[in-house]
């Protein structure tokens, strides 16, 4: 992984914490639940699922910080 980055797919089901970096170049935080992390078109991808039910996808080259929380 990523520097900054202590997510791991074995993670999956816990809740995490994500800064990253949106198309614009915003800067964005994410709380959620750990969905799935795929490879997609060869790079990561985690998918967090939010307090809304929203799945937000980000892949890792967005993903400034990321960690699991309590």
Same mark, same amino acid.
């Given at each position: 992984?990523?520097?900054? %980055?202590? $997510?791991?797919?074995? +993670?999956?089901?816990?809740? %995490?914490?994500? &800064?990253? #970096?949106? *198309? +614009?170049? *915003? =800067?964005? /935080? @994410?709380?959620?639940?750990? /969905?799935?992390? @795929?490879?997609?078109?060869? /790079? %990561?991808? #985690?998918? $967090? =699922?939010?307090? +809304? +039910?929203?799945?937000? /996808? ?11 929380? &309590?």
């Amino acid at each position: 992984m990523s520097p900054g %980055v202590s $997510i791991k797919p074995t +993670d999956v089901g816990k809740r %995490v914490t994500l &800064q990253y #970096f949106t *198309d +614009d170049g *915003d =800067r964005r /935080e @994410a709380v959620g639940f750990l /969905e799935h992390v @795929a490879v997609v078109e060869g /790079e %990561v991808v #985690f998918h $967090i =699922r939010r307090r +809304d +039910d929203s799945l937000l /996808e980000v892949p890792l080259r967005r993903v400034r910080m990321g960690r699991v929380v &309590q």
